[in-house]
């Protein structure tokens, strides 16, 4: 289980996070604000269907930076006040996490602030079947999908969220996960099975580590690509302050313009690229 605090300006639970979560937030909070002009277009007055967010690995929505101590908004919040201040509201927000304590905190933060969301508490895969069930497949929507490792993003995930025909995805991927456990996930394959089908025939275990692990992405965005309406795009490195790689972000939009602004984004302050 994650490290927690408790956050005094509330007194609920909060996760230990690193700094560079900020930026994964930033991000997140600068697509938001990107896309609002879209978003109008799929909500009342001027059209229907709806714009969704979609956090399937929500946490509590409040974190602690075990650098300094400071407690700083999860992307639960980041998320929802980013769509506030744009002046352009999600139509739903759509949170899950398998930790019944998180969706507790969560719950409260959000009623608090005034908002309203569905809350779910199963793993991702699952939920994610009641979840695309829920939105209007004539909206656009957007997913944020931040597991801690590779085990807890089985590939089925991406699969049926990308099946709506206009559905934005922000994958955060632990690269972390991928350095540290590379030989273990090769010689069990059970986690890479579930997290990239197929990796068998497309890559050749004996390459050393860092080639391996290159052929294992470039695989799994071929596999983004193939579902056809969303190519993965905007690939961006978060690295940790001592520039050590931990976590990807990768964007898939089947929408050009989405992947534009996305583009106009991920552009600033890039610190490195993933190949
Ligand atoms: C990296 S944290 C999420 C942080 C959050 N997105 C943020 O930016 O504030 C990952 C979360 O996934 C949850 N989790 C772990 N396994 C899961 C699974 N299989 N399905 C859904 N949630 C899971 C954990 O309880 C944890 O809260």
């Given at each position: 289980?994650?490290?927690r605090a408790i956050d005094p300006s509330d007194g609920l639970i909060a996760d230990i ?43 509590p929505g409040r974190s602690q930076r075990?650098?300094n101590g400071q407690f700083i908004d999860g992307?639960p919040l980041v998320?929802y006040r ?23 905190a969560l719950?409260q933060r959000i009623e608090s602030l ?162």
């Amino acid at each position: 289980m994650a490290r927690r605090a408790i956050d005094p300006s509330d007194g609920l639970i909060a996760d230990i996070v690193g700094p560079w979560a900020l930026e994964k937030h930033e991000r997140l909070r600068k697509y938001i604000d990107a896309y609002r002009g879209a978003r109008a277009m799929f909500l009342p007055p001027r059209g229907s269907g709806g714009a969704a967010f979609v956090d399937l690995f929500s946490g509590p929505g409040r974190s602690q930076r075990d650098d300094n101590g400071q407690f700083i908004d999860g992307s639960p919040l980041v998320a929802y006040r980013a769509a506030l201040q744009s002046r352009t509201r999600f139509s739903d927000l759509h949170f899950n996490d398998i930790d019944a304590d998180n969706v507790d905190a969560l719950r409260q933060r959000i009623e608090s602030l005034g908002g309203a969301a569905h809350f779910y508490n199963e793993s991702a895969e699952k939920a994610v079947e009641r979840v695309a069930y829920a939105l209007d497949p004539s909206g656009l929507h957007f997913a944020f999908l931040d597991p801690y490792n590779l085990e807890n993003l089985p590939f089925s995930i991406i699969q049926r969220l990308a099946k709506l025909p206009r559905m934005d995805m922000l994958i955060h991927v632990s690269v972390f996960d991928l350095q540290r456990n590379l030989r273990r996930y090769l010689d069990d394959g059970r986690v890479l099975d579930a997290f990239m089908p197929g990796w068998r025939d497309a890559v050749d275990p004996n390459r050393v580590d860092q080639a391996v692990r290159t052929d294992l992405l470039h695989y799994w965005l071929g596999l983004i690509r193939r579902l056809g309406t969303s190519p993965a795009e905007g690939i961006e490195l978060v690295s940790a302050t001592g520039g050590q790689r931990l976590y990807w972000l990768v964007f898939v939009s089947a929408n050009e313009l989405g992947r534009k602004l996305w583009g106009d984004i991920s552009n600033v302050h890039v610190q490195g690229r993933l190949f």
